[in-house]
């Protein structure tokens, strides 16, 4: 989670915002979640750069990007790494309140403060894929 909380604040750091949770087009189309767009701040920048952000998480040009796993998003002594359909996990969540559909939260709008405020916490059951454009609870 420290890797998690450093590359959500590196990222605020250059875009002066959080990641938005989930970027969702005007037609509802899912295109791709908030661990996909820090992914230059979590030491997967190769991955990031073959990612097609005009195309969905679950596209074909997306397919192998998505598919990787990615230790950082995944919580030491849980065996389960992908989805039957072969997409990485994550046993990660953002929180809803600020990283959530389109979102671009800033840090000034945390009005507890980033110390008292939780970015992103570990789950243990109902994983999604790391990709996918609604990972907060």
């Known amino acids: 989670l420290k890797q998690i909380g450093l590359a959500l604040h590196n990222y605020n750091d250059t875009h002066r915002c959080l ?3 989930g970027t ?3 037609d509802d189309t899912a295109m791709q979640g908030w661990i996909a767009m820090m992914m230059p701040f979590l030491d997967a920048s190769p991955y990031y750069s073959w990612l ?3 195309d969905s998480w679950q596209s ?3 397919r192998y990007v998505f598919d990787q796993r990615l230790p950082v998003v995944l919580v030491p002594g849980v065996e389960q790494h992908f989805t039957d359909s072969g997409f ?3 046993q990660i ?3 809803p309140n600020l990283l959530h559909r389109n979102s671009d939260v800033t840090f000034e709008e945390m009005t507890n403060g980033t110390s008292f405020t939780w970015l992103a916490g570990e789950v243990t ?3 999604q894929p790391w990709c996918y454009p609604f990972n907060w609870r």
Do not use: A, K, Q, V
Request: charged residues 20%; proline residues 10%; glycine residues 20%.
């Open 19 to 21: 990641p938005p949770g």
């Open 88 to 90: 990485g996990l994550t």
């Open 60 to 62: 074909t040009s997306n």
């Open 125 to 127: 059951g109902d994983f």
């Open 24 to 26: 969702i087009r005007e």
């Open 93 to 95: 969540m953002g929180n």
């Open 52 to 54: 097609d952000f005009n």
